[in-house]
């Protein structure tokens, strides 16, 4: 193997790497609540959809959505991505994976789940999100769990 080969099969790994730490940054940030971290990971030009939730392009109907929906829709809010798939294509990338959340609204527990499409643009060496859609298949209340009572990490104590 030359060494043009090993350094492009090397960079495929670093970005691959790089784009699954980005989608665990997703997670992470939106449910802590740390918007503005959240809204760095994408592209100016993002174009999101999420359904009956709505649809945005550009970062500031993203913006708005996120600082003003958001936090009213779920509090306590946990996202699990698993199932990743990313396809390479230079600076250019699209990916898919499953979801699943689980938040408190309105005082009711509420799970869900579903899918993501994803698009990716490396800009200026950082890999960021240029277009997200949301596929949710669920999301369904619960009575009673989570949202009632002392817990710790969703455990009765």
């Known amino acids: 193997m030359s060494n043009k080969e090993l350094e492009k099969r090397l960079q495929q790994l670093e970005d691959r790497e790089a784009i699954k730490e980005l989608r665990a940054r997703y997670c992470w940030t939106v449910d802590e609540g740390k918007y503005e971290e959240f809204l760095s990971l994408f592209t100016d030009d993002v174009e999101c959809d999420f359904g009956n939730l709505g649809t ?17 829709f779920f509090s ?29 609204r ?12 994803h698009k990716y643009s490396k800009i200026n060496g950082e890999w960021k999100f240029r277009a997200i859609k949301a596929v949710i298949y669920y999301m369904t209340p619960f009575k009673e769990g989570w949202a009632k009572g002392n817990d710790y990490c969703g455990l009765k104590i």
């Open 56 to 72: 945005f392009k550009g970062k500031a109907e993203w913006r708005k959505f996120v600082y003003e929906t958001i936090p009213t």
């Open 76 to 104: 306590r809010m946990r996202h699990l991505i698993h199932n990743e798939i990313t396809e390479l294509d230079g600076d250019q990338v699209k990916g898919k994976a499953y979801f699943e959340f689980v938040g408190i």
């Open 106 to 117: 309105q005082g009711d527990s509420f799970v869900g789940g579903g899918h993501y499409e």
